[in-house]
């Protein structure tokens, strides 16, 4: 008897496992071992409006760089000569919020223009200006983004607004932080949307395809929306005709197996 036990459990143990869902999702499926898929090594994301930047400026003279590191307050100069920022007035922990216009309040400098540049060309900007206004000699500025963020829509495990350190996170990277597909996922119509020159434009990608490494979008820009699209229709009904076929075959076969075991 207890034989008929054992194989009775094993058997309910293969009905619930024929029953579970399966996830079949094989990505880049083109690509081909040894072979060199080229991609963007030098990106940069270009800045936006309402991005919040940490800009630092320094020099082998650090009370030089002190008035370019204070947002809107003051600084003074001791009686030994040494400069130093009044302590309640130090660089703005939210950084330069870029405006409406595409301008940041930068000190000293006044108004600067950033919105369409990279951070690689506001560092030449304000580098550039520093040194036309004789302020100082062969400044270094460091520029990094504070809520640089994107948008996962759709079928994957975790919808939700993610924020990035840094500025730098791809399309596959996006789609693994969400939780990765479901199993009703189409892995052929992936869309970023994107803020181009004020207006929204729909990237379209196949996960699937080597293609993804020379999409404008293998790299998110801030804000992006990534939309993966459900399966519907024709797929969806056929999908669900093949698990419930599927189910049924496998309920027939285990009772077929505990008759037999049984008798």
Known sequence: MSKKILWASLLGILLL???????????????QPGTK??????????????DRLSITVSNKNPELAIPFNIYGGTFKVGTDGDVTADASTRVNEKGYRVDVD????FPILGILHVEGLTVSEVKDLIKEKIEKGSYMKDPLVSIEFLNFKYTVLG????????????????????????GDLTDKARTDRVAVIREVDGERQMFMHDLKSKDIFESPCFYLQQNDVVYVE?????????????????????????????LWVLK
Do not use: H
């Not at 898929?37 to 309402?50: C, H, K, N």
């Not at 229709?233 to 076929?245: A, H, L, M, N, T």
């Open 17 to 31: 496992t024929s029953c579970a869902s399966r996830k079949n999702i094989v990505y880049l499926q083109d690509m």
């Open 37 to 50: 898929y080229p991609y963007d090594t030098r990106y940069e994301a270009v800045i936006r409006r309402d």
């Open 102 to 105: 595409g301008d940041i309040d």
């Open 155 to 178: 079928a994957v495990n975790k919808n939700g607004t993610f924020t990035v350190d840094g500025d730098r996170i791809t399309l596959l990277e996006a789609v693994a932080n969400a």
């Open 230 to 258: 459900p399966k519907y229709g024709k797929r969806d009904r056929e999908d669900r005709g093949w698990q419930i076929s599927t189910t049924l075959l496998s309920i027939a076969s285990v009772i077929c197996s505990l």
